[in-house]
Structure formats: C-alpha cells, structure tokens
C-alpha cells in the first residue's frame, strides 16, 4: 500500500521525508520535520533548576509558589520567574466520559463527572510545559515532586476526596499512567482508570518562564544589536564605554561612550555630553550645540560649521602650520605674528591708521619710506632729522 502510519511516524522521528512505503526509511530523504512555533520555545530553560536543593518547594504550603531565575543566578538584576509549584491539582476527565484521560487545565472540576468540552479540541485554559526529569542531574531523578528532597517525577493521586487536603490515599504507581509534559494530559493503562466516584490529583513543576513569543513581542529580542535609528528609545540606553553609531536621539549616549561620526550630517543637538570624545572627519552641517564642556574635537576639511558649536575649554583649528587659512573677515582682541616671519603681504586699509599711543613708542621701517601726502611734525630732532 502506498500510505503507512506506522513508517511514517518513524521515520518522522528520525528527520525524514514520508512519501511512499515502497521506499524503506533509508532511502528516504533528510528533512526538517517538525514546526515549531515561537511561543514553544523556551528562551530561559537554561535557567530551570536541575537539583534538588534548587527547588525549595515540596508540600501544601508551597502551593502555586514561583521559583525564579535568581535561584539558578543570583547575579540576575530582574527576578524572572520560572516554575510554577501545583501541589495536588485537581484535573479534569476525557469529555466521552471514559475516565481513561485526564487533562491539565487551570479550573478544578466542580464534580467527579465535570468534564473537559471536547477531546478533540484543546480547553481555553488548558496548561502546558510542564518540567519533566530530564531537567535535572541524574542522582535528583528519582525524586519526585512531593520529596522532601524534591525533584521533577510527577505525583498522582485517586481520591473520592473533593479537596486536595482530604487526599488520604496512597500515590498511584507511576507505571499504572503516562503523563505528557509538554501537553498536561494524563493517560492511564488498561485496567488503572479510577472509579467514577474518584477524583484525579496531580503535583508538578510548570514552566512559567519567558518564550520566543513573549520575547518578541514585549521587545525584549530585537535582532541586531546595531541601530541606524533609535526613535522612540528611552534616553541613556547605552552609556559607559559602549560603541554605536549615527542618527540616535537626543541623550542616548553618556558619560565617557566613545562615538565615531563618519561623513554624518544632521546629527541631532546635544547628543553627546560630559567628557564624550567625537572624531569627526569630512562632515557639514553640524548643528549648534552638538559638544558642550570640556570634549575634545578634531575637525580635518570641514566646511560650514555653524556658530555655538565649541564652548567652554574646547579646542579647535589645530595643526595649521603649513597651511593656508583663508576667511571673508578675521576679528581678533589681539593680532601677533610669529619673529620668524620674514614676509608680510600688502596690507590696504580706508580710513585714518594710528601706530602706539604714548611718546615713547618707536617704530622703525627698514628700507624707503614714501609719502604721496603731507607730513606734520609736533616736534623735531633736527640732529636726528
């Protein structure tokens, strides 16, 4: 026959393709076989207890109690919570009444015959992933969720007692049911269902802890760690000596952070402050007030730079010897020229020009000295005339 549920399902679990059963499962083809959505996978199983004197929870007390990630990391700023303890749940029967399954839900039956809706659909508020011993090192194994030195093996009780605290009777023989963790569903073998007067009981761990589905939608993974944009990102989000790059908002980057600007324009104000260090090479348009306090900027061919952009003790305009300054109009309090200049150009000015203010200045011209107008003396030396 061409259709075979039992070589499928094998050969499903070994990461093959099913096409025919005139192919033996050698011949098949490897393939990607399961899908797994995202809220399937947990993202801190690795922060799941796996000993006992991780799980401090193991009587009535105890019940619905968290166990949180801190216990496995102390160093965890974020107390994440990652167990759920259910000391004695109550669960639901099969909805065809056979008593032979029994399932994990979040609301106790009000009665020994309150069933599930439908076994073939899957209950609103139906619990999954739960903890099973594989969590756990080999010597904890065996313990089960009810020891005094706790572990991850399930505890099910038979009971006519319609409340967890009445359960007198003795734990059910483990090898009398099977119980899928990662679906909360209880399946009993031939011959163990409990009578119709019987309520089922169950103790567990369940993992409470955060998904690629809770992660992804609360933001908390988001891919690269690099952004071309961060609107809508709280200010300081990185700080320290942390690296970034261009167009972050205003204030995400502090303290000492390092920042490169390479060929950047508009960069917003005031994005940079403290002691930050900025090596901007070959940018225009720099906004005003983009560096405050004492930082330190190196500006190599930059052009139109816009007034206010240095203050305080900033320096700038360094390393010119050798080359040209050229500039529409120069204002300075004081003009010195270096003693090793040898060569002035000529210098035109309108108007009237006054050289030193007491008569004790000397000026001395080397070379000819002539004047197209009128000369008038206060005074002359006629000896030194």
Known sequence: MAYSSSDRSERLLQSRRFTTDNLTLSQEAFTQVFDLGASEILTDDGLIPTGSTQLPYSGSSQNLAIVSASVVNPSIAEDLPILKYWYRKKIKPAGDGSREVYYFTESDPSAVDDTVTSDQLIETDQLINFVSPKYIIASDSVNTTESTTPGYKVVVYKSTSATAGGVTEQAADPASYVFDFKTGVLTWND??????????????????????????????????????????????????SAQTIANLPSGTVSGSSQVDYTAISNVPSGIISGSSQVD????????????????????????????????????????????????SSLTAEQFVVSSSVTFVTTSFSSGSTIFGDTLDDTHQFTGSLYVSGSIFFDEIDGGNF
Do not use: C, F, H
């Not at 007030?289 to 900027?297: A, D, K, P, T, Y």
């Open 191 to 240: 011959g163990s269902a409990p009578a119709s007067n019987q309520y089922v009981y169950i103790t567990a761990y369940q993992y409470v802890g955060r998904t690629l589905r809770s992660q992804l939608d609360d933001g908390s993974i988001q891919g690269a760690s690099t952004w071309d944009a961060l609107e809508g990102k709280p200010a300081g989000i990185v700080s320290s």
């Open 280 to 327: 901007y090479t070959s940018i225009s348009n720099v906004p005003s007030g983009l560096v405050s306090g004492s930082s330190q900027i190196s500006y190599n061919g930059i052009t139109d730079i816009p007034s206010g952009i240095m203050s305080s003790s900033a320096q700038t305009l360094q390393n010119l010897v050798g080359q040209d300054l050229v500039v």
